[in-house]
């Protein structure tokens, strides 16, 4: 039972250019939806999350959008720099109890100078 | 990064032999998790805490066990390594504003 899907493995994006990373999700608890950012042999690494009764959250060039009818996210990126090359992770957050995050499998974004 | 540090960071060892990866916390979290990490299945929790001696399984339990005698520390142990327990494991720590995590253990089983 995947909670939590990102159904693109890998993304290619020009250098400057808007990146845009999608998530899915079945379960309707969730309370926070967050975007982790993860380089080669780092941990994964926090970088924006939307509670659950907003529709969009912006943090610089980073801005989550929440469509809670669809039951998905997504990332955007602007403009998108070198550096952002890593790997994402969305995840889906239930504060109540145990407070687990469920995860997805993860997109490999790339950006090409 | 709530002060996360797992050890080993690296370890192979043969199939068949118990193996236990640690994970220390600063903060004084409640939460505590393992979590492994592997291509195509991101990241799945293994086993997570909520208190001291207060532990339960996660999606991917089968094959570990875990142990919080202490607030700060998580234990995570495979009693018997086999080959599909290779992988990158990684602890977190949990509050209501997100996880934090550690660096992480890649762990080889040959």
């Known amino acids: 039972d995947q909670q939590v899907k990102q159904n693109s493995p890998s993304l290619s994006v020009q250098e400057g250019r808007i990146s845009i990373l999608n998530c899915d999700y079945t379960n309707s608890m969730f309370d926070y939806f967050l975007w982790y950012k993860k380089y080669p042999a780092e941990g994964p690494t926090f970088l924006i999350s939307i509670s659950s009764i907003k529709d969009k959250n912006e943090d610089g060039r980073f801005t989550v959008f929440l469509n809670k009818s669809a039951k998905h996210l997504s990332l955007h990126i602007v403009p998108s720099q070198p550096g952002d090359s890593a790997v994402y992770f969305c995840?889906?957050?239930?504060?109540?109890?145990?407070?687990?995050?469920?995860f997805g499998q993860g997109t490999r974004l790339t950006i090409n100078p | 990064d709530a002060g996360i540090t797992q050890s080993p960071r690296h370890k192979v060892t043969e199939t068949g032999t118990p193996v236990t990866l640690r994970c220390h916390q600063t903060e004084n979290h409640r939460y505590m998790y393992w979590y492994r990490q592997d291509p195509g299945h991101g990241l799945r929790l293994i086993h997570y805490?909520?208190?001291?001696?207060?532990?339960d399984k996660g999606e991917v339990s089968d094959g570990y066990s875990v142990s919080r005698s202490k607030t700060e520390d998580f234990l995570l142990t495979l009693e018997s390594a086999t080959s599909s327990q290779t992988s990158v494991y990684f602890c977190a720590t949990a509050r209501d504003t997100g996880a934090f995590f550690g660096q992480g253990t890649r762990l080889t089983v040959v």
């Open positions: 805490s909520y208190g001291v001696k207060d532990t």
């Open positions: 995840a889906g957050h239930i504060i109540q109890g145990a407070q687990k995050l469920v």
